[in-house]
């Protein structure tokens, strides 16, 4: 399990679009707007709001964080079997219930 948060999603942008897009010997995939959107990204204050990220992008797939349960989008999940759900704390506590009841004599 593992614990993704907005400010970790927002803090390890610029990394992960480097990732992404620059590929072997430094060269850039798609270099006219991707190597600039990392550069833009990676010039952002440590504490840059979201909304700083999403007017630089155009629209917030990179940022966004949502619950693969209720679909809602969150702060925070839990990253449940290396990716295969991210659950929000609200279903989660479900679950919890869920299992607090079947274990209830
Ligand atoms: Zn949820």
Same mark, same amino acid.
């Given at each position: 399990?593992?614990? +993704?948060?907005?400010?970790? +999603?927002?803090?390890?942008?610029?990394?992960?679009?480097? @990732?992404?897009? %620059?590929?072997?010997?430094?060269?850039?995939? %798609?270099? @006219?707007?991707?190597? /600039? #959107?990392?550069? =833009?990204?990676?010039? #952002? /204050?440590? =504490?840059?709001?979201?909304? =700083?990220? !999403?007017? !630089?992008?155009? =629209? &917030?797939?990179?940022?966004? !964080?949502?619950? &693969?349960?209720? %679909?809602?989008? *969150? &702060?925070? *999940?839990?990253?449940?079997?290396?990716?295969?759900?991210?659950?929000? /704390?609200?279903? #989660? @506590?479900?679950?919890?219930?869920?299992?607090?009841?079947?274990?209830? /004599?």
């Amino acid at each position: 399990m593992k614990l +993704i948060t907005k400010s970790g +999603i927002l803090s390890s942008l610029a990394e992960r679009i480097k @990732n992404e897009y %620059q590929m072997e010997g430094g060269t850039w995939y %798609q270099s @006219n707007w991707s190597k /600039p #959107l990392y550069e =833009d990204i990676s010039n #952002l /204050p440590a =504490d840059a709001p979201e909304s =700083d990220f !999403i007017e !630089i992008i155009g =629209d &917030d797939t990179w940022t966004r !964080i949502k619950c &693969d349960e209720c %679909q809602r989008s *969150v &702060d925070k *999940v839990i990253d449940i079997g290396g990716s295969a759900a991210m659950l929000c /704390p609200f279903c #989660l @506590n479900e679950a919890m219930g869920m299992l607090t009841e079947r274990t209830t /004599p």
